[in-house]
T-cell receptor, first 114, second 110 residues
Framework: DTAVSQTPKYLVTQMGNDKSIKCEQN?????MYWYKQDSKKFLKIMFS???????INETVPNRFSPKSPDKAHLNLHINSLELGDSAVYFC?????????????FGSGTRLTVV | DQQVKQNSPSLSVQEGRISILNCDYT??????FLWYKKYPAEGPTFLIS?????DKNEDGRFTVFLNKSAKHLSLHIVPSQPGDSAVYFC?????????FGTGTSLTVIP
């Protein structure tokens, strides 16, 4: 049973399109995150949600919007895709403070914008 | 502004020998440091952590050392095994978020 699952695993789309990436966790964790790993392999946080509240929102373009229908899901919607959005996006979750046990990451979604 | 740096993008080690992965950071406010391991096409998995009040934490073959004065963190794997071949990320935590390094790809040669 996959603890944090993301779909799709690969996504190729044209500039200007709108797309969504889904994430689900079955660990009962309270907090979920979205990270972006760029071409330089740099992992950077985009959003986190705790009990349906956005608690971190870094300087991410407003074309990106997280949506959490419930505690187990945090989906990422991207509007008007640009070439620079090409990256691997990781969903993660944590419970009782990520410093003790770290995050549980999904396997990533490789987004390619052409 | 990259606050956590892993300056060696790759490392090759013979099976049975020690692997030493290094990480440097700039922010003295970091409270905790973690190491993650990542296989291709998988997400990073948590490996080991250390609080800023300690200088060493050990878990089996994995030991993390923290030198706060030098703002330096290292992960020792002894003995190294072929299954340890992966990308290793260090991460530092302060406030409510993590900062990740760019990873070091470890290859353990049988």
């Amino acid at each position: 049973d996959t603890a944090v699952s993301q779909t799709p695993k690969y996504l190729v789309t044209q500039m200007g399109n709108d797309k969504s990436i889904k994430c689900e966790q079955n660990l009962g964790h309270d907090t979920m995150y979205w990270y972006k790993q760029d071409s330089k392999k740099f992992l950077k946080i985009m959003f986190s949600y705790n009990n349906k509240e956005l608690i971190i929102n870094e300087t991410v373009p407003n074309r990106f919007s997280p949506k959490s229908p419930d505690k187990a899901h945090l989906n990422l919607h991207i509007n008007s895709l640009e070439l620079g959005d090409s990256a691997v996006y990781f969903c993660a979750s944590s419970q009782d403070g990520p410093v003790n046990y770290g995050y549980t990451f999904g396997s990533g979604t490789r987004l390619t914008v052409v | 502004d990259q606050q956590v740096k892993q300056n060696s993008p790759s490392l090759s080690v013979q099976e049975g020998r020690i692997s030493i992965l290094n990480c440097d950071y700039t922010n003295s406010m970091f409270d905790y440091f973690l190491w993650y391991k990542k296989y291709p096409a998988e997400g990073p998995t948590f490996l080991i952590s250390i609080s800023s009040i300690k200088d060493k934490n050990e878990d089996g073959r994995f030991t993390v050392f923290l030198n706060k004065s030098a703002k330096h963190l290292s992960l020792h794997i002894v003995p190294s095994q072929p299954g340890d071949s992966a990308v290793y990320f260090c991460a530092a935590f302060t406030g409510n978020q993590f900062y990740f390094g760019t990873g070091t790809s470890l290859t353990v040669i049988p």
